[in-house]
C-alpha cells in the first residue's frame, strides 16, 4: 500500500504514537501486573469524581438536557453555554478583557494544538517557510510529530540550575534564545510536560515581550495549570492578552474521555479555529462542556482545583520523590524540582546505556515509563543528556507506584555495575 507523505508521517515512529500503543496494549499483554507510570492518564479523584457523577445523574434525569447532550449538534466553536461561563469566570477572577468570541473548544487539547501549529508554521504563499519556537526542550512529547512535514521545530537547550537534595532545575536561556524570521509562533507549556517545570512569571512576561518585538503569537500550553485543573506547588499567575493564546483542558481536571480542549485567544484566531473545527468535524463534542458548565459558572472549578485536585496530586508526589531518593541513594541521579503536573523527570547522569533501553528493560519487567529522548524535537544540536532522562507518572495506585519505583531503582543500579 502506498501512501502520501501525509499518511508516512503519520503512521510511523511517533513517539506519542507509541506512547498510547504501550498505554492501549498494556494490560492486554502484562496482564494486571503491568504497573503504568508512562502516561499522563490522570488519576482518579474521588472528590472531584463525586461530583461529575451527580452532574450526570442530573443531565441524564433532565429530559431536554439529555437530548441536548446527545442529539444536538454544537455550533463549531463549541458548547455556547459552558462558553459563556468561562468568559464570565475569567473577566471576573482575572480581570482578562475578553467576551465569548474569544473562546473555541476543540476535540481534546491535541486537536487544538495540530490545528494552531499547522495554522502558524510550515509553508507559506510567498514561499518562505514558519516553524514553531520551543523556547526550551524538553517539550511535550505530543507536539513534535503534529506538523506536517519534517523540519517543524526549532527547541534549545534550557539554563540548569542545580539545586539541594539531588533536585535540579530547567530556566529558559535568554541569553542564547534566537528568536529568527523562521520563527511561526513561540510555545510553552506551563507545567511543562515531561519535567513538572514551571516557568516563572517572570519568564513568560519575558517571552510575551520578544514574541510582540517579532510580532508572533506565543502559546501558552495550561493543560495542567492555572487556572485550572491548578496542579502548580509554586507560585504562577494567569496571563493572557491578544498575542497569547492560553490553552486549556478538562482532562486533567478528570475528565479525559471527554476530548475537550479549549482555546481562548483573539477573535480573528478563534474564528480561524472554529472554520477548521467545521471542516474537519462539523462540530466538537457537547458531553465535556455540558458536564463542566455548572462548576464553571459557580466557579466551583477554582475551588476544587484548589482544595481537592492539587492535594491529591501533592500527596503523591511528594511521597514518590522520597521514595526515589532513598531507592536511587548511591547511583548519579537528579530529579527535576517537582512544580507542578503529575510526572517525575530523572535525570542519570552519564548513564552507561540510553534511556530507550532502560524503557526497554524496564517494560520487560511489566514497568512502564517514557525514554527521554521523544522530548526534544527541533534541538538545533546533539546533546547527550536527551538520551539520560525519563519520564514517570506518579498519579496511579502508590502501592503500583511505590513497586515501580523500586523496580527502576534496581535496573538503573544494573546499568551503572
Not at 513534535?144 to 519534517?150: E, I, K, Q, R, W
Not at 475551588?303 to 492535594?311: G, Q
Request: net charge negative; proline share 5%.
Amino acid at each position: 500500500m502506498k501512501l502520501s507523505l501525509f499518511g508516512e508521517q503519520f503512521t510511523s515512529g511517533a513517539g506519542i504514537l507509541s506512547l498510547m500503543d504501550d498505554l492501549g496494549n498494556a494490560l492486554a499483554t502484562g496482564g494486571d501486573d503491568m504497573i503504568m507510570m508512562g502516561g499522563g492518564n490522570p488519576g482518579h479523584v474521588p472528590g472531584f469524581q463525586e461530583v461529575m457523577q451527580k452532574r450526570l445523574q442530573a443531565l441524564a434525569a433532565d429530559t431536554e438536557s439529555f437530548q441536548k447532550l446527545i442529539g444536538i449538534y454544537d455550533p463549531p466553536q463549541g458548547e455556547k453555554d459552558f462558553g459563556g461561563a468561562l468568559v464570565k469566570l475569567l473577566r471576573r477572577e482575572y480581570g482578562w478583557d475578553l467576551g465569548p468570541e474569544n473562546i473555541c473548544l476543540t476535540n481534546g487539547s491535541q486537536a487544538g494544538f495540530f490545528l494552531l501549529f499547522n495554522m502558524f508554521a510550515g509553508p507559506y504563499r510567498e514561499g518562505e517557510s514558519k516553524k514553531i519556537r520551543l523556547p526550551l526542550a524538553p517539550e511535550y512529547i505530543g507536539y513534535a510529530d503534529l506538523g506536517h512535514g519534517d523540519d517543524f521545530f526549532i527547541s534549545s537547550r534550557p539554563r540548569i540550575e542545580f539545586l539541594e537534595d539531588r533536585l535540579f532545575k530547567y530556566h529558559v536561556d535568554f541569553a542564547n534564545l534566537d528568536i529568527g524570521e523562521e520563527t511561526g509562533a513561540i510555545c510553552v507549556s506551563r507545567p511543562t510536560n515531561p519535567t513538572g517545570n514551571v516557568l516563572t512569571d517572570e519568564e513568560i512576561a519575558a517571552l510575551d515581550i520578544l514574541a510582540r518585538k517579532h510580532d508572533v503569537p506565543l502559546i501558552l500550553d495550561n493543560a495542567y495549570g492555572v487556572p485550572f485543573p491548578g496542579i502548580i506547588y509554586t507560585e504562577a499567575k494567569p496571563v493572557w492578552n491578544e498575542n497569547i493564546i492560553v490553552c486549556l483542558s478538562l482532562s486533567k481536571l478528570g475528565l479525559p474521555a471527554t476530548r475537550t480542549g479549549i482555546i481562548v485567544a483573539r477573535k480573528e484566531i478563534i474564528k480561524a479555529v472554529s472554520g477548521m473545527n467545521a471542516i474537519m468535524n462539523l462540530a466538537t463534542g457537547s458531553f465535556g462542556a455540558m458536564l463542566a458548565q455548572e462548576m464553571v459558572a459557580s466557579g466551583e472549578v477554582l475551588n476544587l482545583s484548589r482544595d481537592v485536585i492539587r492535594p491529591f496530586y501533592q500527596n503523591k508526589m511528594e511521597k514518590a520523590v522520597a521514595l526515589f531518593q532513598k531507592e536511587l541513594e548511591g547511583t548519579p541521579f537528579r530529579i527535576h524540582k517537582p512544580e507542578g503536573a503529575m510526572f517525575l523527570w530523572l535525570w542519570f547522569e552519564d548513564l552507561p546505556i540510553t534511556s530507550h533501553n532502560l524503557y526497554e528493560r524496564l517494560k520487560a519487567r511489566n514497568v512502564l515509563v517514557v525514554s527521554g529522548h521523544f522530548f526534544f524535537p527541533g534541538l538545533e544540536h546533539p546533546w547527550d543528556h536527551c538520551n539520560e532522562c525519563i519520564r514517570v507518572t506518579y498519579s496511579q495506585d502508590e502501592e503500583q507506584v511505590a513497586k515501580g519505583i523500586k523496580i527502576i531503582a534496581e535496573e538503573v543500579k544494573k546499568a551503572y555495575s
